[in-house]
């Protein structure tokens, strides 16, 4: 079955006549192989028992590789490697429909259809576990996201649009959010399973200090974050603040508002802007476990309103 990068199945296996120190390394193939279950963690230990599991991305085929200590896994191989040197062992099957999913859940919230995330993700470059619990409204109509210990795991939220809406201007009115934990991330987005060729068509506001005390804690992104250029951070102050962008082609101008008068802060992108196209407005909540200070309380947050204008 064809993946994308939010989707994730278990995956396991067993390992005959391994050695100590050996690994497995996993990938997925979609057009071409992808290593499992990210970049920044390649490797599936093999237990006590030679058996071994892990999450993968879905795709049409996959394939588990013995390896040795010292092999490097790549990110991608157009074709898998042959046994030899430090691969002791391949093994691919054809892919096959996954068990049958959770049936959707989704909220109305100012007016619109979200969908309301239940499946793992790898936000923020680790996986992560949702839970619908997590996503509601009130009496007045606001949308409640939280992070809560269930089941000794911590679980996060994320809604998402069930329509594409385009260029034009997305407003988000949030109520403080300047006390999170440093390792909490909020994020209002635009993202395109499907367009890895334009960053997922990915544009951003992120609240989170990313673990760093010290650090301002909030910033507007047009990825890929690691061009410096894409980045501009700045200092959300306490209170209700309106969140908004206006994606025109080529351009996309961020701002934050007190009230109707007071600018926060404001920036304009006109490089690296993505064109529309099948992009949907998503909003999550996570924790980011890379963090200096690592993730220790639940949070919740409180949107007032969204609003899109053409």
Same mark, same amino acid.
């Given at each position: ?119 793992? +993700? ?48 997305? +407003? ?18 635009t993202w395109d399973d499907l367009a890895a060729d334009q960053n997922h068509r990915e544009v951003d ?33 306490? #209170?209700?603040?309106?969140? !908004?962008?206006?994606?025109?082609? #080529? ?9 109707? !008068? ?14 529309? #196209? ?33």
């Amino acid at each position: 079955m064809e993946g994308g990068p939010a989707r994730v199945e278990r995956i396991e296996g067993r390992v005959t006549g391994g050695r100590s120190g050996q690994k497995i390394v996993l990938f997925a193939k979609s057009r071409v192989w992808w290593v499992q279950p990210l970049t920044q963690a390649p490797f599936t230990n093999i237990g006590p028992d030679s058996r071994w599991t892990n999450s993968t991305h879905l795709g049409t085929e996959y394939a588990a590789l013995l390896v040795n200590p010292d092999y490097r896994p790549p990110q991608l191989l157009a074709a898998l490697p042959k046994k030899g040197g430090n691969v002791i062992a391949v093994i691919s099957a054809p892919g096959t429909a996954p068990p049958r999913e959770t049936a959707p859940k989704t909220v109305r919230f100012s007016g619109y259809e979200w969908e309301i995330r239940q499946n793992p +993700s790898d936000r923020g470059g680790t996986m992560k576990l949702f839970d619908a619990n997590n996503v509601w409204t009130d009496e007045k109509g606001w949308l409640h996201l939280r992070i809560a210990k269930i089941s000794g795991d911590w679980k996060c939220a994320e809604v998402a649009l069930t329509r594409s809406l385009g260029y034009g201007s997305y +407003s988000f009115v949030v109520h403080d959010v300047s006390n999170l934990e440093p390792a909490a991330v909020l994020s209002m987005l635009t993202w395109d399973d499907l367009a890895a060729d334009q960053n997922h068509r990915e544009v951003d506001i992120e609240i989170s200090r990313w673990g760093d005390l010290a650090s301002k804690n909030a910033q507007y992104v047009v990825q890929p974050y690691y061009v410096p250029a894409n980045v501009a951070r700045f200092s959300a102050p306490s #209170g209700a603040l309106t969140y !908004s962008f206006r994606w025109e082609p #080529g351009k996309v101008f961020f701002r934050t508002m007190r009230g109707a !008068s007071q600018i926060v802060a404001e920036h304009l992108f006109t490089s690296g802007v993505p064109s529309a #196209g099948g992009e949907s407005t998503r909003i999550n909540l996570y924790s980011f476990d890379y963090a200096k200070s690592p993730f220790q309380h639940g949070a919740e947050v409180v949107f007032e309103k969204f609003e899109y204008l053409p």
